[in-house]
Nanobody, 115 residues
Framework: QVQLVESGGGLVQPGGSLRLSCATSGFTFGNYAMSWYRQPPGKAREFVARISPTSKIREYTDTVKGRFTISRDNAKNMVYLQTNSLKSEDTAVYYC????????WGQGTQVTVSS
């Protein structure tokens, strides 16, 4: 059974940083690309970033390029999202997702950027 557990969210002032974590289980983590998505209040879920199985390829949506960094630790079955220079428009629930099980989602972690 695929399990995805996000953590690390919180309330942060504009310009601040958070490191989001996603613990995974139930599949061979190192074989699959992993992604982060987010769902802003009242809006649809949207793609944020993706990392290939060996970390060689990383992709970002334009609005977070240069501010967010996706990484993974295949030994720990973890994927991370370092978020810097946060803006109010980054406020959302953040989710991780596995390429192999695109329909599986965790509970998400809430990021609120506000002064």
């Amino acid at each position: 059974q695929v399990q995805l557990v996000e953590s690390g969210g919180g309330l942060v002032q504009p310009g601040g940083s958070l490191r989001l974590s996603c613990a995974t289980s139930g599949f061979t983590f190192g074989n699959y690309a992993m992604s982060w998505y987010r769902q802003p209040p009242g809006k649809a879920r949207e793609f944020v970033a993706r990392i290939s199985p060996t970390s060689k390829i990383r992709e970002y949506t334009d609005t977070v390029k240069g501010r967010f960094t996706i990484s993974r630790d295949n030994a720990k079955n973890m994927v991370y999202l370092q978020t810097n220079s946060l803006k109010s428009e980054d406020t959302a629930v953040y989710y991780c997702n596995s390429q192999g099980w695109p329909e599986s989602w965790g509970q998400g972690t809430q990021v609120t950027v506000s002064s």
